[in-house]
Antibody, heavy 125, light 107 residues
Framework: EVHLVESGGDLVQPGGSLRLSCAAS????????MSWVRQAPGKGLEWVAN????????YYGDSVKGRFTISRDSAKNSLFLQMNSLRAEDTAAYYC??????????????????WGRGTLVTVSS | IVLTQSPGTLSLSPGERATLSCRAS???????LAWYQHKPGQAPRLLIY???NRATGIPDRFSGSGSGTDFTLTISRLEPGDFAVYYC?????????FGQGTKVEIK
């Protein structure tokens, strides 16, 4: 059975750092792009970051660029999100998700496929 | 690209038709737009990709349409399990963005 399990969420003070982890099982992790998506309390989904299969391409949302770093260790089937300079507005449930795509006329149509259950990050003094 | 969904909340009865709108601040090239259903405590589920293509296993009462900057998700006859929050999502290029969501609630 396929699983994504996030961990590392905690209460942290503004300006602090936190590292989230996501453990993958039941599928060939190294074959997939991966993503972090977050949802602030009472708010909608917000894309955070993507990383390619070998960790050489990373993309970030505007609100986290320069503060967050996505990485992976395919030998350990793990995805990470290093979060620095945390702000109150970073308070959210953070989900890891696998990405897949369908090709139509040569164009890749990406979608979030598997999701974890999330880990809660609270930034507050 | 900023995605604006309307209405924020849609109050309907089972059996009724739901029409959800997603407007983009600029053209969504190649119809790189998807719709997701999200229920509390569950993972979001892909409904539609490429604006109008149903994902595997999605019933045909769900349909997507539109191009350019205006997209629509239609649920032809609401069933009890369809009451949820729906998000549009564009994947034209980084940064990817979601709309703020439309909640479809039971009237």
């Amino acid at each position: 059975e396929v699983h994504l399990v996030e961990s590392g969420g905690d209460l942290v003070q503004p300006g602090g750092s936190l590292r989230l982890s996501c453990a993958a099982s039941g599928f060939t992790f190294s074959n997939y792009w991966m993503s972090w998506v977050r949802q602030a309390p009472g708010k909608g989904l917000e894309w955070v970051a993507n990383i390619n299969q070998d960790g050489t391409e990373m993309y970030y949302g505007d609100s986290v660029k320069g503060r967050f770093t996505i990485s992976r260790d395919s030998a350990k089937n793990s995805l990470f999100l290093q979060m620095n300079s945390l702000r109150a507005e970073d308070t959210a449930a953070y989900y890891c998700a696998s990405l897949d795509f369908t090709t139509i006329y040569g164009a890749k149509h990406w979608y979030f496929d598997l999701w974890g259950r999330g880990t809660l990050v609270t930034v507050s003094s | 690209i900023v995605l604006t969904q309307s209405p924020g909340t849609l109050s309907l009865s089972p059996g009724e038709r739901a029409t959800l709108s997603c407007r983009a601040s600029q053209t969504v090239a190649s119809n790189f737009l998807a719709w997701y259903q999200h229920k509390p405590g569950q993972a979001p589920r892909l409904l539609i990709y490429a604006a109008s293509n149903r994902a595997t296993g999605i019933p045909d009462r769900f349909s997507g349409s539109g191009s350019g900057t205006d997209f629509t998700l239609t649920i032809s006859r609401l069933e009890p399990g369809d009451f949820a929050v729906y998000y549009c999502h564009q994947y034209v290029g980084s940064p990817w963005t979601f709309g703020q969501g439309t909640k479809v609630e039971i009237k």
